[in-house]
């Protein structure tokens, strides 16, 4: 059997290690144009925070490609050829394979702004970007990080460490939309505030505006807001968001909406051949349909269960969970589930101790856990988790004493299966 | 593979297991200076009472675990035996492990920016805690042994 | 912590006491803690019962279980009846004149064949203040070398504190504790070894004082200590280091009292200057924040007080240890002042000078350290040997003193049971127990009190003071140096001492509780030392430097004396002997209530050790040294550190026990500077010993 994974990231990663551990004889061939190691690419910000070597970014040894017996070639996969099961790349080599996964990520993406081609403007995403900054951050005193979601707050980490001033600007109501709410962020940007940084929400940036440096090339010199704020500095961060990088499954019939649509085995609408990770849109786990979820775990479940399938062995994907973790001046805050529900739906358990920066949501609806947050104090979090991926019945009593106190075992809740 | 399992029905929440951890995971090694240490010492296996229930939390070196998948730095992974084993050097404190676990067995040590659990002692005999279990509430067996006798 | 709480079952067998309207009032001599007792007397006159003296200031009538225990363990079988003579293994009854004259004829045949170093005393249990001064005088006539109580308790603590203060006995009494605004004990568990006394500390507690409580084990008196300091074993001195060290950096110690009353600060500080918060955490296992904490609170709390107990003084790191807490002490300028200074039950008030004319003093030919002693009796050098005491127990190496014992010429025994070593003896020779006896009893608030004799004297049981007398007069010696009762002994003593020539028996009984001493002929009694600020030293200081100019040398306890060169991999564990107060000096084996309390010797271990050896509690559990080994039941407590076992000593195989002694399994090992024999911290290993059965 020949496999064969574009990509070289969580997904893959794990995929290949899956389809290692249940069939040692396949021929396992990776693709990914970055030829290195494959490192992480959420440690980008702790490399350019000077917190972790670059050897530290990767995820697995040097000895990893020869140990699990993978073909590695660094490379560009062009094109699909799906009828002859082949893959193109940019040097012309055709590589065939009896089972495809695609695993090539998101990149970032922003609307146009004017500007944008300057010097000292960047995106954070791999680790050659990250590199980019950590060169040029000597020069900067203040940076502008356009985008208040997770990339964005951990980008303005590693500046901050620096010692730049760093200038969050957001265009939502409040700090990291999609996994937090307005009393946690606000405990958040108070932290934030308290560390120097400068947070502007419900703001675009309009242009960025240059100079020409000493080279001849235009340079950042500051930004202009939609509130018609003139910041000056000397470095800008764009970290709106991601696109699934579908380029490579164009013209092969591979069915493609926000990201490339699979099915809950990971299968897209052409048969061998899989996606997984930031590129896929899979089963999404509480509001059906299909998502793009662009996060870690959810890239290597789906990795995984993409292996197993590849294969041989039938395994379905539960759907995407949205999950996340951050750090925030020290204070951790984990969320998962649906956060944030319309007024009048459900029940919401709250208990708030700004003081202690503490903070702690969950969020029930049809008697099951389907959401929560928690600032402060975490430990546990994963048992409030496990149980939103169960959708068992929970005992209020119970979630209103884990409000306070230290979340231990979900064990304590009547273990019912959905319907009962 | 030995793991340590727990059996609530033996248990009656002395906490032994607890103080057994935190002596052996200090950095005195001692009973009583542990919970002078700066930062105190956390136990990799934690008790909880609700009501007339009883549950230690402790790493299960899950055959799929989701600490692995979670983790973001390769820090966690499994070892050849089977475990799963967390390499204190890679990781960065993100707190992904301690998001996923649903044993809550991961624990977060804030100071260090790192988190912990449950390493079967393996520098010991028995781990301090099985040994401090005087109830029999915990074992340390393969998952065969702990099938055939329960 | 369920396992550490003792048995407390008291007098099961206990007869109705017969009514006694007359109790008679003692003061205990067993640990020196000079507690107040009433002794309840049947109509033969003998002992049925022992109380607390309610009227004695000191210990306001608590005592502990050892001299309850009396009323047993005297009319025991193991008592000495009558002197008796060993013919061809078996002891024979014979009569006083006959013993005497038997061994008057030895020892002068021993003075002339091979002189006056061939015969030497070991009497540690010479009894009271009557037989101590003729045990005195007679010494000084026949040139006799006495070895005491102290290389196996306190020789280190003594010649330590005497180097730096210029006396080696306690410079505060301990009821001072209660005006002093911290209590530093260090390797003490006096809540056991001195539990009648130990109401002060909980007292003094009550009005805050901080308990401060540094040691290995969590102990009865650790349990009630504001602060427990878990400490490594042998490692106190490197904390002691550390506290000097941030104390000097940060200028918390009394500067007028270091420049105007000692000497050697700099080489002091220069010696500790290695000593970081950090090194010292490593080494002693206590976070440098708590060594922080506790210098602080030592500097800030004043006036403090310290009392050290055998947990550093009978170690083979001894004098490091000791010289860095009381030098401690000194810089704090703890010293001569009331509520500040050191507690010990060394109650030294120096000795009666010129008691005998110079012409009749007799020097000995040969002097030994403790340690040689071993060896001297092994060679032959040694041909006779007065034993009022019991070696073959509580000292170290027990198997080798006992064949030690066994080879020489003539052995005497003057004891009151038949022990382990008056089996080994020629002669043994019944002795009258304390309170049998009158005389002087110092105790550990630096007080003499005066006891009258309580009970009857037992069989044919004579004092030590008629002993030597008597003997004296045997060997053809002058007797008229000696007193003839022990009032007598007092008047010959005050007035040959400077120190205690105010004290006579008279006042010593008009005052409750006593009279401190010293105290001159004009009658001005001093219950703390150096309050004038002068020193007995020759500087007139406080020296806190050795005489070599190294103030203190850490020594480490795996390469102390008796651990040096063993293999670690051999010997992983640490073995210790600690003292309950039950099982406190070898008499305490003879009593069925004791036996009650704590039934079988037994070793304490931590369960993580346990389950590395695979013992459970109760157990058998062979202990092996360097010098042997032995069989102990388990008892496994958290409340000893991991790799250390601790068990109880002075168990013989000659007592209701047979138990080899615990002392069997250390080896003739001295602290190098203070000259203590070891008794803890020596390396050891263990194994679950299968099939034996309880």
């Known amino acids: ?83 002859y099961k082949c893959v193109w790349l940019d040097s012309g080599e055709k590589v065939g394979y009896d089972k495809l996964l695609i695993a090539t990520g998101a990149s970032p993406f922003s609307p146009p702004l004017e500007g944008s081609d300057m010097k000292g403007v ?44 760093v200038i969050v600007v957001g265009s939502a109501p409040y700090l990291m939309r999609y996994s937090t709410d307005p009393e946690s962020s606000e405990i958040l940007i108070r932290l934030l505030e308290n560390d120097g940084y400068r947070i502007l929400l419900n703001t675009k940036a309009e242009r960025i505006l240059g100079e020409r440096n000493s080279e001849g090339r235009m340079a950042v010199s500051g930004v202009v807001l939609n509130s018609g704020e003139h910041i000056p500095c000397q470095m800008v961060l764009k970290a709106i968001g991601v696109r699934p990088n579908v380029q490579l499954v164009e013209g092969s019939g591979v069915f493609v909406n926000k990201g490339i649509v699979v099915d809950e085995e990971m299968e897209t609408h052409v048969k061998d051949i899989y996606a997984a990770g930031d590129v896929a849109e899979a089963d999404d786990f509480l509001q059906g349909g299909k998502s793009v979820s662009a996060l870690w775990p959810t890239a290597t479940e789906q990795g995984i269960i993409a292996g197993y399938n590849m294969a041989g062995v039938k ?16 204070v951790g805050l984990i969320s998962a589930g649906i956060m944030n529900l319309p007024p009048g739906e459900g029940i919401v358990l709250k208990a708030v101790e700004p003081k202690r920066n503490f903070y702690r949501k969950f969020v029930i609806k049809d008697g099951r856990l389907i959401g929560m947050i928690m600032v402060g ?25 884990l409000l306070t106190n230290p979340v231990k075992y979900q064990g304590y809740f009547p273990v019912g299966k959905g319907g009962e | 593979m030995q793991k340590i399992y727990y059996q609530a029905k033996h248990c009656d929440g002395c906490l032994a297991c607890e103080v057994a951890c935190i002596e052996k995971k200090s950095l005195t090694k001692s009973l009583f200076m542990a919970k002078m240490e700066q930062p105190v010492p956390k136990a990799r296996i934690s008790f909880e009472k609700f009501g007339n229930h009883y549950w230690a939390s402790i790493c299960q070196n899950c055959v799929e675990a989701m600490c692995v998948g979670a983790c973001m730095t390769g820090a966690m992974q499994y070892s050849e035996t089977g475990e799963v084993v967390h390499n204190l050097e890679q990781c960065v404190g993100c707190w992904m492990c301690v998001m996923v676990c649903p044993f809550g067995a991961v624990v977060p040590l804030e100071d260090a920016k790192k988190v912990s659990k449950c390493d079967l002692c393996k520098d010991e005999k028995t781990p301090p805690c099985v040994v401090a279990c005087t109830r029999k509430a915990l074992c340390y067996c393969t998952p065969e042994d702990y099938e055939n006798e329960g | 912590m369920g396992f550490y709480v003792r048995p407390k079952s008291l007098g099961l067998n206990s007869k109705p006491l017969e009514p006694d309207d007359n109790l008679r009032t003692s003061i205990c001599c067993l640990c020196n803690g000079g507690c107040g007792l009433k002794v309840s007397l049947d109509h033969e006159g003998k002992v049925q019962a022992v109380f607390g003296d309610l009227d004695n200031p000191y210990n306001k009538g608590k005592i502990c279980a050892k001299p309850m225990e009396i009323a047993q363990t005297l009319y025991g079988p193991y008592r000495v009846e009558y002197p008796m003579k060993k013919v061809d293994g078996k002891f024979e009854r014979i009569t006083w004149d006959e013993a005497l004259k038997l061994i008057a004829q030895k020892y002068n045949h021993y003075i002339q064949e091979s002189g006056t170093g061939s015969i030497v005393g070991i009497t540690s249990k010479i009894g009271g203040s009557y037989s101590k001064l003729a045990h005195v005088i007679f010494s000084k006539l026949t040139g006799m070398v006495n070895y005491g109580t102290g290389p196996i308790c306190m020789e280190s603590e003594f010649n330590v504190r005497k180097e730096i203060f210029g006396n080696g006995s306690s410079s505060g009494p301990l009821s001072d504790v209660v005006k002093s605004k911290i209590l530093l004990i260090v390797g003490n568990n006096c809540a056991q070894t001195k539990a009648g006394q130990f109401h002060w500390i909980l007292e003094a507690k009550r009005q805050g004082t901080k308990i401060v409580v540094i040691d290995t084990r969590f102990t009865e008196t650790a349990q009630v200590a ?22 000097i ?25 290695s000593f970081s918060l950090e090194r010292a955490a490593d080494i002693t296992g206590v976070p440098s924040n708590v060594i922080q904490e506790l210098a602080r609170d030592l500097a800030s709390r004043q006036p403090g007080m310290l009392f050290e107990g055998r947990g550093i003084v009978c170690v083979n790191n001894a004098g490091a240890s000791i010289r860095a807490f009381e030098d401690l002490m000194s810089i704090l300028g703890n010293v001569g002042k009331e509520g500040a200074g050191i507690i010990s039950h060394i109650n030294n008030y120096g000795s009666a000078k010129d008691l005998i004319p110079k012409k009749d003093v007799v020097k000995s030919d040969r002097k030994r350290s403790a340690e040689a002693l071993y060896q001297a009796m092994e060679e032959g050098e040694i041909k006779m040997l007065f034993i009022a005491g019991n070696p073959c127990v509580n000292w170290p190496d027990s198997r080798r003193m006992t064949k030690a014992i066994q080879g020489l010429d003539f052995v005497v025994s003057h004891t009151l049971f038949l022990d382990d070593s008056a089996m080994q003896a020629d002669i043994v020779l019944p002795a009258t127990h304390w309170l049998e006896e009158a005389g002087v009893q110092a105790s550990v608030h630096r007080v003499l009190q005066w006891k009258d004799q309580a009970a009857a004297t037992y069989a044919e049981a004579r004092s030590g003071g008629d002993l030597f007398r008597q003997l004296a007069k045997h060997m053809g010696l002058e007797t008229s140096y000696f007193p003839d009762s ?49 020193f007995p030293t020759t500087s007139g200081k406080v020296e806190l430097a050795r005489a070599n100019d190294i103030a203190i040398e850490y020594i480490e306890v795996f390469d102390s004396p008796g651990n040096q060169g063993v293999s670690r991999e051999k010997y992983p564990y640490l073995l210790s002997t600690n003292k309950v107060a039950s099982h406190y000096h070898t008499i305490c084996q003879y009593s069925n209530w004791a036996r009650e309390m704590e039934k079988q010797p037994y070793v304490e271990i931590h369960p ?44 013989g195989l000659h007592s209701p026990y047979g138990q080899t002694p615990a002392n069997s399994l250390f080896p003739v090992a001295v602290d190098p500077v203070g000259g203590n024999f070891a008794n803890k911290n020596i390396m050891c290993t263990a194994k679950a010993e299968r099939g034996q059965g309880q």
């Not at chain 1, 350019?48 to 670059?54: A, R, T, V, Y």
């Not at chain 1, 395994?315 to 020290?330: D, F, K, T």
């Not at chain 3, 007092?490 to 020539?501: G, V, Y």
Request: charged content about 25%; glycine content about 10%; overall charge neutral.
């Open chain 1, 1 to 83: 059997m020949r496999y064969l994974i574009i990509g070289n990231s969580a997904a893959g990663i794990f995929a290949a290690e899956t389809i290692r551990g249940l069939d040692s004889n396949g021929k396992i061939t990776m693709i990914s144009k970055e030829d290195c190691l494959p490192y992480s690419r959420c440690l980008t910000s702790y490399f350019l925070g000077k917190e972790i070597s670059e050897e530290g970014m990767n995820i697995r040894n040097k000895d990893f490609y020869t140990q699990t017996g993978i073909d590695f070639r660094g490379g560009n996969a062009e094109r699909v050829d799906s009828d």
């Open chain 1, 122 to 165: 960047f995106q954070l995403r791999t680790s050659a970007d990250a590199k980019a900054m950590a060169e040029f951050a000597p020069k900067v005193k203040t940076a502008v990080v356009m985008g208040a979601g997770l990339v964005g707050l951990k980008g303005a980490h590693g500046l901050h460490e620096l010692g730049i001033k």
């Open chain 1, 315 to 330: 395994r379905s994907y539960p759907g995407a969970l949205a999950l996340n973790s951050a750090v925030i001046c020290g």
């Open chain 1, 377 to 401: 104090k975490i430990e546990g979090a994963g048992i409030l988790s496990g149980l939103i991926r169960k959708k068992a019945k929970v005992d209020l009593n119970y979630l209103n004493y």
């Open chain 3, 226 to 247: 504001d602060r427990f300091i878990q400490i490594r074993p042998g490692t106190d001195g490197a904390l002691g280091m550390a506290l000097l060290k941030f104390i």
């Open chain 3, 249 to 273: 950096e940060n200028d918390l110690y009394d500067q007028s009292f270091v420049t105007e009353h000692t000497n050697g600060f700099e080489q002091l500080a220069q010696a500790v200057e």
């Open chain 3, 486 to 534: 022990p009032q007598k002994a007092w008047e010959l003593e005050r007035t040959h001492n400077k120190s205690i020539e105010g004290i006579t028996v008279e006042r010593m009984r008009k005052t409750p509780g006593g009279v401190h001493f010293p105290c001159s002929e004009d009658g001005q009694e001093a219950e703390r030392l150096y309050e004038s600020g002068v």
């Open chain 3, 608 to 651: 993580q050790t346990a389950a590395e050896l695979g013992v459970i509690d109760g157990e058998q559990v062979r202990l092996e040294t360097v010098t042997g080994s032995l069989v102990l039941s388990a008892r496994i407590t958290l409340s000893v550190p991991r790799g250390y076992f601790s068990t109880q000593p002075y168990f």
